[in-house]
C-alpha cells in the first residue's frame, strides 16, 4: 500500500510513523508513507494556502489552487483508490471502514486546517470524507495518523501473529474481554482460575462472557445493533 497525506504541518503528522508496529510495516515495506508540505504549492513567496471565506465568518479556509496542484502532481504518477478528506462533518470511522480501506493500493488523504478546504477541492477529488469522532480537532492532521494506523496494522503480514487483528475488539462488534499475564497472584489480586486451565474451550466460553458482559455495560448499543 501506499499512502500520501497532504498536509499544512507535515512535522506534526510524522511521529507516529515512527514507532512500534508502524514503523517495523514500513521498514518491512508492507507500506510506503509520504507526507506532502501544501507551502510547497503555496502561491506567493510567503506562503500563502489559505484565505477569508467568501460571505464573511471566522477562519481561514485552504484554497483551491494549492491543493489542485498538490493532487494533480500525485495523480500524474499513478492510479489512486482513494482520495480522502479528513473532516469533523463526515461519517465516523469504524472497523468496518478500516478492513475496507486496508485493500487499497494507493490512497491520498488530505488533512483540513483553520475552517477547512475549499467546497471545489471536496466536490473536484474527494472519494471519501471521514471523521474520527463526535468532537473537533483543531486539525485533520492527528485524525489522519489515527486513520493511516488502524490501516496499517490490518495489512497481512504487519502483525506478528496473524490471527491477532481479527480478534481485536469491535472486529466482531464486541468488546475485549480481560486480559491477564504473570504473576498470577499480586498483592492479593488473583487471575481468574479458568484461565490457568489450560482448557482452551472453556477458555473461549469464558472470554466469550465477559466480552458479552462488558459490552452490554459500556456499549450496549453495539448489542442492539445486531438484535
Ligand atoms: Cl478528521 N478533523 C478535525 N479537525 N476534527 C475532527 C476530526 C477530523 N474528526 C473528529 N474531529
Not at 36 to 46: E, G, P, S, T, W
Not at 136 to 145: F, K, N, P, R, T
Amino acid at each position: 500500500m501506499r499512502i500520501d497525506i497532504i498536509t499544512v504541518h507535515p512535522e506534526l503528522i510524522k511521529s507516529p510513523f515512527e514507532f512500534s508496529i508502524i514503523k517495523r510495516a514500513i521498514d518491512k515495506g508492507f507500506v510506503e508513507v509520504h507526507f506532502h508540505d501544501l507551502r510547497k504549492f503555496a502561491l506567493n513567496k510567503y506562503g500563502k494556502i489559505d484565505d477569508y471565506q467568501f460571505g464573511g465568518g471566522a477562519g481561514m479556509v485552504l484554497m483551491v489552487e494549492p491543493v489542485d496542484q498538490c493532487i494533480n502532481d500525485l495523480m500524474k504518477d499513478r492510479n489512486y483508490d482513494e482520495v480522502i478528506y479528513m473532516t469533523p462533518d463526515a461519517k465516523t470511522l469504524n472497523q468496518q471502514t478500516a478492513n475496507t480501506l486496508s485493500t487499497a493500493e494507493n490512497i491520498i488523504i488530505l488533512t483540513g486546517h483553520y475552517k477547512g478546504v475549499d467546497q471545489r477541492i471536496r466536490d473536484k477529488f474527494i472519494t471519501k470524507e471521514i471523521s474520527i469522532g463526535d468532537y473537533v480537532l483543531s486539525g485533520g492532521e492527528l485524525a489522519a495518523a489515527v486513520l493511516c494506523d488502524a490501516l496499517i496494522r490490518l495489512i497481512p503480514g504487519v502483525l506478528g501473529d496473524e490471527t491477532s487483528a481479527l480478534t481485536d475488539s469491535f472486529q466482531d462488534d464486541l468488546l475485549a474481554p480481560p486480559v491477564y499475564t504473570r504473576p498470577s497472584e499480586y498483592k492479593g489480586m488473583i487471575v481468574p482460575e479458568v484461565l490457568l486451565s489450560g482448557d482452551f474451550n472453556k477458555i473461549d466460553e469464558w472470554r466469550y462472557e465477559k466480552s458479552m458482559e462488558r459490552t452490554r455495560k459500556i456499549r450496549p448499543d453495539l448489542i442492539d445493533k445486531n438484535e
